[in-house]
């Protein structure tokens, strides 16, 4: 298995993630997280497998220097486009997180890396390395996506076979994310190098409801029951997406 890179799917992994509900509170966590964890000053900000930009951009117009890196060219100029229209400066670099050290000369103070670790064939190799990246006294911006939450769901479904034959990838040209991750294997991979500092559930109830539900539901009222509930103990291990904010050992 090899790490899967959006080359060809860059549109529509826009139009997929976040041309709905499904982004707009995936962003709105993050960004919450990120809002009570971070200080107030300009950081120097490394995002990873920026995608399009969006974090990146919230994160330029909160005044930190930013540097996306990401393997893809039509996804890299997407994030152009983005910051040129919002007349943002930053730094991109074309490149898979493998080729990183050798390109940066410094660590960052914060380092994103968010929906990346599902793609990679071996998922637990980028750890040392965002930990290389990461300045003493700083912080990881770590999201996920979640193994507990696709067992949930097609338990829901009724998807019994499926989960008897462990078949949990998605299809070789969806946008259904390759290897999901066990946060309990996870946290023992992280554990040598990194403390999680604060755990947010994204999307802890909007994807288990009915479509009904969902279409008559308001989007501010989404965002706000999902700020509400990112972090409730019998929830947030429900979200389809972790988010962990991590510092250095």
């Given amino acids: 298995m090899k790490d899967r890179h959006f080359d060809e799917l ?20 993050l960004q919450a997280d990120l ?5 107030d000053r ?13 974090m990146a951009l919230w994160l330029a117009g909160r005044g930190h220097l930013v540097t996306l890196a990401e393997p893809a060219a039509p996804m890299l100029d997407g994030a152009r486009a983005r910051f040129a229209g919002a007349g943002q400066p930053a730094t991109f670099i ?4 493998q080729d990183l050290l050798g390109q940066l000369n410094q660590p960052f103070d914060l380092v994103v890396c968010h929906a990346v670790l599902e793609w990679l064939a071996e998922p637990q190799a980028i750890l040392p390395v965002l930990h290389q990246l990461t300045a003493p006294g700083g912080w990881l911006s770590l999201a996920f996506y979640n193994k507990d939450a696709l067992i949930y ?29 066990d946060p309990r294997e996870l946290a ?13 559930g994204v999307r802890v109830f909007h994807d288990y409801m009915a479509p009904e539900f969902q279409a008559k539901a308001e989007p501010i ?8 509930y990112r972090r409730h103990p019998s929830f947030a291990g429900l979200g389809r997406y972790l988010h962990w904010v991590c510092r250095p050992r």
């Fill in 188 to 200: 023992t991979q992280l554990d040598a190098l990194w403390r999680v500092e604060s755990q947010s």
């Fill in 94 to 97: 074309q490149a898979p997180w």
């Fill in 10 to 29: 860059a549109t529509r992994f826009a139009e997929k993630i976040y041309g709905g509900a499904k982004g707009a509170i995936r962003l709105a966590v």
């Fill in 42 to 54: 300009p950081l120097r900000v490394l995002d990873i497998g920026a995608g399009l930009g969006h």
């Fill in 153 to 181: 769901r097609n338990l829901l479904k009724g998807h019994f076979r499926k989960l008897r034959k462990a078949e949990f990838a998605g299809e070789k040209r969806s946008l259904t994310p390759q290897r999901p991750l």
């Fill in 35 to 39: 809002a009570e964890a971070l200080p």
């Fill in 221 to 228: 009222d989404l965002l706000e029951m999902e700020l509400a």
